[in-house]
Every structure is written in C-alpha cells, then in structure tokens.
C-alpha cells in the first residue's frame, strides 16, 4: 500500500512548523486535491540550496497530484525581507530584480512539473497605491506584535529595524490572500524562517474575512526545516562562498564535493531529502557502508540539479584528483591567454578564485594555496605561463588553469 503523502513528508524530515496541525495532516493524507504554493523572492541571479530544498517539497505535492503556484517575488525582492539578517539587506534596483526574476524563474522552471503556474506578485502589488494598501492591509497589523516575531529578532538586536523592512511582512502576508482569492490557494510551505510570515499571511486572511463577513474559509502554513548539519550548523556555504544551483556559479565538481565532505552523520537525511530511495534501503546502505552511501548521495543531488552526464563528471574528476585516477579532463577548469610571467596575487584573481589581492595574500601566507602541487608561501611568487598549471586553494578546491 502506497504511503500517505504527510506520512511521507513527515517521515523523510521535510516537515517542521503547522498552523493547523491535524487539518493539514487530514488535506495532505486524503483524496482531495489542493492549490498551494510556495514564494521565491530573486535578490541573487540563481537559486541556492536552501531554494532547491524547498522546491523537493514542492515537487513532492505536485506528484501527489495537488496544483503548485511558484511565486516569484517581484515586488518584495525591492523591500527584502529582514528575517534573520543582522543588517538590512542591500536595496537591489528594479532593473536588478528583473534580471534576477527572469534567471530564477528560468532555473526553477527545471525543478517543477511543466505547466507550473509562475507568478509574480509585483503583478498585483504595483497595483496599490501607498495610501491603499496601508488601509487595506497594514491596519491589521499590530506593531507590537510584530516587533516581537522572530522575523525581526536579529534586526532589532543590531541596530533596529527600518520603515522599509517593517513593511515586508505585510506584503508577504497579503501575497497568501491574494493567492486564495484570485487562484483558491489554502496553503502555502516554505522554509521555517518564513514562520513569522506564513502566520502573518494566516492570520491578515482571517481578519480580512471577519471584516467581510466571510468567516468560514481557512487557509493554512507549513514549513519544512532550514539544512542544518547533525552539529547544527547551516548548511549550503562553500570555500567559495553560497552552494548556488546555477553552473556558472557553483560547477557541479564544486557541488558534489560539498555534499561527499558532508560529514558522516548528514548522509541518511540529506538522502532523505534529495532522493526518492526508500527509507529503508537508505538506513541499510548507511549502516552496511557509509563511504558508498556517501558517494551515492553526492551524485544523486548532483544529478538532480545538472543532470546524470555532468554528475559523472564530477565523479570521474574527484576520482582523477583524490583516487589516483589518471583522466584530468573533467576537473573545473578556467581558460586565461598568458603570455607572461605573472604575481601570484594577479594570478590567482585572474582566474578568480579570490575577488582581492589580500584575500589571496592571506591564503598564500597561511600556506593555502599550491601551484602544480607545491605549496606556495612567497606573496612575491612569480607564476610562469605554460600550456596548464593546477591550482589548489585550501584542502577541497581544485583549478585546472588552460593557457589559451
């Protein structure tokens, strides 16, 4: 007999917080089919891990035969949302969040089943004058109230919050509104530091209704916990910085070996979550041979996101690099015309694995880098030009420099 679709969720770790615990339980375990969805807003140009681990959940709904509605945040991406941020989050131009909504919606349009409705809720917010919405929404929010969500917390621990990012819950609570009016949306899931707002968005619909007179109707929240390794740390940050999706940004060599130098006890939920193997099968393999299973989870997440050809790339470079194996082909590489003799600290910005001259000075003066297997410790080193050089930078990130 097939499993319950929150018995699965619940059971490969993808649920976290509830508004209506047994309710949603009872719509997710029957026949009825939902519209749901889940917001993305497009401050960077790519999804990161944290986006795809959310769009799994949703994937998971949509093959249980509910209606996605993917909601690309236009209009909030403009605001940002302070949830969890220590400072106020850079104020991207409207011109920013176009490129960024296009590249997202492009990226994300892999990960859902074809024909999923995308929205933009700038759609409907651009709409409102300052003065409506104000009056329409904002009068049911209580500042006090507010102030004390977690959301906020961080915010008000350094500095205090801005008019700007005050504004931001209101918005995304009214986006959950505007979904059920306009499209019949009873749910909407995310990640768990969007808690404050998926309540925000629960409780503006239920005041909104007692205004109207319309007080039947229900719509609710879920959220699946943020990734976290078994020591507590967040997970999705790389040497280089954020674990993107986009391959320009993160290359898939660089995205299997994050998840192969996960540690050990990560490996049963990151399989959990990632894959489709059953539960049983994933506690056998990790109890029989965690490094097999180590290597199984790191190509199927990979595979996921770039697909079976360049997840075996990855594999057969990570095997050329740290197996003995002979075939470089396949390690990431970077093509620089060099004609001469450069500094160290040029070079190593040239081919970008630093972004400043003293962040590669402090990396060659730890010892951190190599150049074709010699550790370079002289910031005055001079690198000279050949057909390849190797570069590695720290113990995981490794560079095959090609003179074009």
């Known amino acids: 007999m097939a499993q319950k679709l929150f018995d699965m969720l619940q059971e490969r770790g993808f649920v976290k917080d509830m508004t ?21 807003d497009p401050t960077a140009d790519s999804l990161h891990i944290g986006h795809f681990f959310a769009l799994r959940m949703f994937r998971h709904l949509q093959n249980a035969g509910h209606r996605g509605i993917l909601l690309i945040g236009g209009a909030t991406s403009m605001v940002g949302d302070p949830t969890g941020k220590s400072d106020m989050r850079k104020m991207l131009t409207r011109e920013q969040v176009e490129h960024n909504l296009n590249e997202v919606k492009t990226l994300a349009s892999h990960f859902v089943l074809p024909g999923t409705e995308i929205v933009n809720n700038a759609d409907w917010m651009n709409k409102f004058s300052y003065v409506d919405f104000m009056r329409a929404v904002c009068v049911h929010f209580n500042v006090s109230v507010m102030l004390a969500s977690e959301a906020y917390s961080r915010r008000r621990e350094n500095g205090g919050l801005t008019f700007l990012e005050m504004g931001y819950m209101p918005m995304q609570a009214y986006d959950f509104v505007h979904l059920h009016n306009e499209k019949g949306c009873v749910l909407e899931i995310g990640g768990s530091d969007q808690w404050g707002n998926i309540v925000a968005g629960t409780e503006l619909f239920r005041k909104m209704n007692i205004e109207s007179g319309n007080e039947k109707s229900e719509i609710y929240g879920l959220t699946s916990p943020l990734l976290m390794t078994a020591d507590g740390k967040k997970m999705g940050k790389t040497e280089k910085g954020t674990l993107w999706v986009a391959r320009d940004k993160t290359t898939p060599f660089d995205f299997y070996q994050y998840f192969y130098n996960t ?17 049983d099968e994933i506690r056998d393999m990790c109890k029989s041979d ?14 996921l996101i770039h697909g079976p050809d360049l997840a075996q790339q990855a594999v057969d470079a990570a095997t050329a690099l740290f197996g003995g194996g002979a075939n470089m082909d396949n390690v990431p590489s970077f093509e620089l015309k060099m004609t001469e003799p450069m500094g160290i600290l040029d070079f190593l910005c040239a081919v970008k694995l630093f972004d400043s001259k003293s962040e590669a000075r402090r990396m060659v003066e730890q010892g951190g880098i190599q150049i ?33």
């Open 20 to 40: 209506h615990p047994e309710q949603i339980k009872e719509l997710l375990n029957s026949d009825k089919k939902i519209t749901f969805y889940l917001g993305i």
């Open 290 to 303: 965690i490094i097999s299973a180590k290597k199984r989870m790191a190509f199927e997440i990979t595979k």
């Open 263 to 279: 540690g050990d006890e990560n490996t049963e939920m990151l399989l959990a979550l990632f894959t489709d193997i059953p539960m």
């Open 372 to 404: 074709d297997g010699e550790k370079i410790t002289d910031k005055e080193y001079i690198v000279q030009p050949k057909e390849s050089i190797m570069v590695q930078r720290g113990k995981k990130v490794f560079l095959k420099v090609v003179n074009k």
